[in-house]
């Protein structure tokens, strides 16, 4: 949220910058400050709009305060059931969710953001001593009967943004932008003057789904002499929302299934089993939001694993409890996982995540199988771990590593049931599938937005930090949407490495300690039989079959339904998280499978075998 709404918060702003070689863009730069009120703005200091805006299905307020001549800005909205804010002092970008609880942003995507923010209010296409950029001429390009100038802008230390102005009236049209995993425009009309000023009063936000645009509309536009010195600086923290209901840390037990960790959590009173995962929202289901009699409001876009996207709205449950840790009055997403039974094997009632990790000290105890949460306020480390320092990406934890000596940063996912999946444009700029000789290629997964597609190699060293895995198994994403997508990010990690270790997550120090447990030395293994299944009405439903594999060979197709494994009754005497782990059994091993297949009964004797 913090792109789409700072993104169109700041845009509406707009003023172009100094000098460029091509003689094209100083004319049209020049005639654009003209256009918009010359002069009038030289002596503009701090500027404050207040705005109304709408997106997804939900209805509130914003306000944008900035200073013209820095860049610096801190931005709030309040949607009723979603609400937060975000900034950037020149330094350091800060996003504060609807508690109130302030996270300090340091992955390069957040950075590369607020510097391009802060490009454009300070104004510095005009005044090119406040910031500098590469600014090239892109052509013109027809819209309906306009012609429209495009130029494309690179600020020191941010991404590349293209602008589109008018070629009759210089105003701006459009922003494009690329985002770690998209492109969002914004259009800018409704242009009115203000103290001798022109400035766009509506603005519309797309990422290509209109059905999620967002709008603003401005209601004031004040410009102000001065303005506090914390105007733009990470706000205070809020009024405790967490705590214990007895001593300073409580423990939890928790389920390895799929390599994704579930545990019981309490909404309200009422128990649950959710999956813990380190980047995740609080998230529950229609059905349970029934359950607990609450509503949802909004329709926003939720993504994810996968290259759809699935509509989610917003509620509020007033007691979250784990273990004897609580947390207050939390917002949390409602969003139809009902359907991941077919992915996991089990049913999903929730998710549960960065709201606890942000809020305690977390060591997460692979070897058995035990969450801590730990009170923060007095909390010293003092194990043999090894300190690894990350960042915070949006929500997720980041941190410097690389593979087979090729640098990148890495989330560290709990909610991923892989190993390493290495993102599509860092497989593409480094040619991995060529790199690797990849031989093997299918689903490798499923999250919220649908399968994902990935070719499936063994590396030889995954580093973080000072500590390392040898001879991960690597998944090099095929995906053209969704969270695979990232263009910033190397890869996610996980839970195939981090249950190779006992893990103390330090979230507000920005810090995370890793200590090798009795699994680290546990060879990693890909399935050695090859396809993927769902769970179907009685049976295994296969969705794909890798070409090749031993369970090509032994003759298995997309859209069989198997009914029995090794003997057993599918779903009812053997379960899927079960089948997943027969087709791991040692090289050699025999899995029997009875299926149907247009209205036959068949035998398949797959053969086990290694693929990478």
Known sequence: MHYLFAAVLALFLIAPAGAAPDPRVADILARNKAATGGAAWDSTAFVRTKMRMETSGLKGTAESFEDARTG???????????KGASGYDGKTVWEQDASGEVVIQGAENQRHAAVNEAYRRSHAYWYGDRAQARIEYAGETPDGARKLHVLRILPDGGRPFDMWIDAKTFLVDRIAERNARELRTTFFSDYRSVDGKLIAHAA?????????????????????????????????PPKRDFGFLRGSSTTIPFRLVNNHIYMEVRLNGRAYDFLFDTGGLNVITPTVARELGLSAEGAIQATGAGEDSKEAGFTKVARMQVGD???????????????????????????????????????????????VLIEPS??????????????????????QGEIDGIPGKFALDTGSRSTLDLMSPFVAKHNLVQRYGAKYQGVTGWGVGGPSRSWVVRGKRLSLGGVSVDAPIVELSQAKGGSFNDAYQAGNVGGGVLKK???VWNYPRHEI?????????????????????????????VVDVITHSPAEAA??????????????RAVTDISLPDLRLLKKAPPGTNLILEVLRGGQRLTINILLKDMV
């Open 555 to 568: 003759g298995l197709k997309q859209g069989d339904r198997i009914v029995g494994v090794n003997g057993k």
């Open 325 to 371: 840790a609580f947390l207050d009055n939390q917002t949390f997403v409602v969003i139809g996982l009902e359907a991941f039974k077919e992915v996991e094997g089990k049913p999903i009632t929730g998710i549960i995540g960065y709201e606890v990790f942000k809020r305690f000290v977390v060591r997460l105890d692979y070897e058995n199988s035990k969450v």
């Open 204 to 236: 519309r936000q797309t990422n290509g789904e209109t059905k999620y645009d967002a709008f603003l509309k401005v209601e004031s536009v004040a410009f102000e002499a001065d303005a506090p010195r914390t105007a733009f600086a990470p706000p205070p």
């Open 72 to 82: 610096a800005y801190a931005d709030s909205y309040d949607l009723g059931a979603f």
């Open 513 to 541: 300690f890793f200590e090798k447990n009795k699994l680290y030395d546990t060879p990693d293994v890909f399935d050695r039989a090859g396809f993927w299944v769902n769970l179907g009405d009685g049976a295994f439903d």
């Open 501 to 503: 270790f006992n893990i």
């Open 378 to 399: 007095n909390f010293a480390y003092r194990g043999p771990g090894v300190r690894v320092p990350m960042d915070m990406n949006e929500r997720m934890p980041e941190v």
